[in-house]
């Protein structure tokens, strides 16, 4: 009988990948969001293996750490100090089960496009032609590098030649290996014991096991694959760069065929876990990262950074940098907005222009229209914090909480100095410092009365353009010297600045 799944895939993340010139392993360099190797971890789990295992060496400490982030269930196994894929397959495969047969699949954590859906299909393949050992082969234009697939006369696989070992009539072979393949696991364990290091780089090689299986007259298929790109390893910083364009296409390519329209997907930098609603708009320049997901019918962009951040329908979020925060349905966000962790901006909300938020829960219909710092805040639903108004959260030694209530109107360049509380339907006169609770209902003066000190301009600042000016507006007439003015009506309450 068929099993229904494989036995296990073993990926291969041993290599010290010095051609990255980096002091972060190869495989934890990021695209799309994701580490390399969890691209690869998730790819393999997308073929629902019985053991999921990877194989580590360099950094193993920091590569293993990482994977039980990446996926708690995928297994570690250490490589020893004997060099090549064959001998990280052997290590693999000791670390499983001794009686595990079955089909098991090889891939390397630093070929982050191969898809599951290629895995299954390789997979299906090899069980339908029941091959010992079935190699995911490409046609290349340039194979420099690379094994070759030797086909006998039968058109059937031989053998692999690695680059520095072919002649040169095998050097003209396109079709190479791309290190990925289905075997049968009894034929594997026996082919890799039977291995030496004897040849030119001093390694056991896994592509050796093609022969070996030629040898005791068992089937060795091709599975091609035309789709080069899920084959390209990465083993420098161009071919990071590279393959993250390509994914970074593939994934905004996905977001549109689910719905989302996106103006220039070159500009458009989306991470592989990011969600899009349908008909929501993507202006340029804009990047969705780690697990955002974004409602429908948004506008988002341009110039907009979101991280970890859930966006509601029908939102729109302009020229913004926000993270780990909330932006509820309808609601409106920028232009020049910063929302830092813990902002949570309720249905229909507004946070405008040149304002900064952290720690905030900002209530439906509630506002803060323009040039604010809310920090460690809750502000109730259908309230208006007027312009230039500043959440004073912090004394120096800790931080503290300011609560508004609902439907307040509160005036500009207020400063909330915390811990405060505000009453529901409070208002507050311009220019407030507010030390001190506000009851329900009542407005909150703290500005001094204004005075005008009459003509203090022409004595203090003679022959200025101010004192001209001024001298000029008076009709040359006497102004008052040094005369104090009466003392004018306290801070009103029409000069909030609430936004229509
Ligand atoms: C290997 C194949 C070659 C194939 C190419 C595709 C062999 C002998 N050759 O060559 O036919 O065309 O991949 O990219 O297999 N690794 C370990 N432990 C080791 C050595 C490598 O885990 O001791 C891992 C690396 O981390 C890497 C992968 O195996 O992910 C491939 O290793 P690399 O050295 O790049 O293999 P190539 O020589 O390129
Ligand atoms: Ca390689």
């Not at 295992?53 to 708690?72: F, G, L, N, S």
């Not at 190479?176 to 039977?194: K, M, P, Q, V, W």
């Not at 222009?353 to 259908?382: C, M, Q, W």
């Not at 004595?459 to 001024?470: D, S, V």
Request: aromatic residues 4%; proline residues 4%; hydrophobic residues 40%.
């Amino acid at each position: 009988m068929t099993p229904s799944r494989p036995a296990a895939v073993i990926v291969l993340a041993a290599g010290e990948g010095t051609r990255m010139r980096s002091s972060t392993p190869k495989v934890l360099h990021t695209i799309g969001g994701r580490s390399l190797v969890h691209h690869a971890i998730a790819a393999a789990r997308g073929v629902n293996p019985t053991y999921l295992q990877v194989v580590v060496r360099h950094e193993r400490d920091r590569v293993a750490a990482h994977i039980a982030e990446c996926d708690p269930d995928c297994l570690v196994a250490d490589q020893d100090e004997i060099k090549g894929t064959g001998r990280a397959v052997e290590c693999g495969l000791q670390a499983l089960p001794a009686d595990l047969d079955g089909t098991i699949l090889v891939t390397y954590g630093d070929v982050p496009l191969l898809a599951a859906t290629t895995l299954r299909e390789l997979y299906a393949a090899h069980e339908a032609s029941g091959a010992a050992v079935t190699v995911l082969t490409a046609q290349v234009p340039d194979p420099t590098g690379y094994g070759r697939i030797v086909r006998g006369a039968d058109g059937g696989v031989e053998r692999i030649v690695e680059h520095r070992d072919a002649s040169a009539a095998e050097l003209t072979i396109t079709e190479i290996n791309s290190g990925i393949y289905a075997f049968d696991g009894t034929l594997l364990r026996e082919a890799l014991a039977e291995f030496t290091t004897d040849n030119s780089q001093g390694e056991k090689y896994l592509t050796d096991v093609v022969a070996a299986a030629r040898t005791r007259g068992r089937a060795v298929a091709a599975y091609v694959l035309a789709d080069l790109w899920q084959t390209e390893g990465v083993n420098d910083k161009v071919q990071l760069a590279r393959l993250g364009v390509e994914l970074n296409r593939r994934t905004v390519e996905q977001l549109m065929r689910a719905g989302a329209i996106v103006r220039d997907p070159a500009t458009t930098w989306v991470d592989t876990e990011v969600t899009v609603g349908q008909d929501t708009v993507i202006h340029p320049n804009t990047q969705l990262l780690g697990a955002t997901t974004i409602g429908a019918d948004c506008v988002i962009g341009p110039d907009t950074t979101l991280t970890d951040m859930e966006v509601g329908d029908g939102a729109s979020v302009c020229r913004t940098q926000a993270t780990l925060s909330v932006i509820g349905p309808g609601a409106s966000v920028g232009p020049w907005a910063y929302l830092r962790p813990g902002t949570e901006l309720g249905t229909e909300g507004k946070i405008g222009t040149f304002v900064e938020t952290k720690n905030a829960r900002i209530g439906a219909d509630s506002k803060v229209p323009h040039l604010s710092y809310v920090g460690d805040a809750v502000i109730g639903e259908g309230t208006n914090i007027g312009a230039a108004s500043v959440f004073v959260n912090y004394d120096g030694v800790g931080k503290h909480t300011t609560t508004v209530g609902d439907h307040c109107r509160m005036g500009s360049d207020t400063m909330y100095v915390a811990p405060l509380t505000i009453g529901a339907g409070a208002y507050s006169g311009a220019g407030a410092i507010l030390r001190r609770d506000v009851p329900p209902g009542a407005l909150a003066i703290s500005a001094g009365a204004q005075r005008n000190v009459e003509g203090w301009v022409l004595e203090h600042r003679p022959g200025t353009a101010a004192a001209r000016a001024a001298a000029s507006a008076l009709g040359g007439g006497s102004a008052g010297s040094g005369a104090v003015g009466e003392p004018q009506k306290p801070a009103q309450v029409g000069e909030q600045g609430e936004s229509a």
